[in-house]
Nanobody, 125 residues
């Protein structure tokens, strides 16, 4: 089963940038689709972006468009989320997970997927 490990979070001021990393392992195929999610305190987890590592298809939530860029390094089995112009509302615990991913939508991981510990992003002055 695909497993993921997130890193790269931290404390940043509004307008700042962070790059999150998601190391992917356990895939039985060289092809996978990975999504980034976030969960703010008191809110449900929401999808932010996703990418297909074999055809480069990407999806962005409206809140991420124009500020976040998702990319993949197949040699390192790592998916990145470059986040620029961060806002306080971007604060949350960020997770990555295997998903279905198409240009205009994504599907959540399987119900039995075991989420990682995530990486905390805090945007505050």
């Amino acid at each position: 089963q695909v497993q993921t490990v997130e890193s790269g979070g931290g404390l940043v001021q509004p307008g700042g940038s962070l790059r999150l990393s998601c190391v992917v392992s356990g895939s039985t195929s060289a092809y996978y689709k990975i999504g980034w999610f976030r969960q703010a305190p008191g809110k449900e987890r929401e999808g932010v972006s996703c990418i297909s590592n074999y055809d480069g298809i990407t999806y962005y939530a409206d809140s991420a468009k124009g500020r976040f860029t998702i990319s993949v390094d197949n040699g390192k089995n790592t998916v990145y989320l470059q986040m620029n112009n961060l806002k306080s509302e971007d604060t949350g615990l960020y997770y990555c997970a295997p998903v279905g991913c198409w240009t205009h939508y994504y599907t959540n991981p399987r119900p039995d997927y075991r989420w990682g510990q995530g990486t905390q992003v805090t945007v505050s002055s």
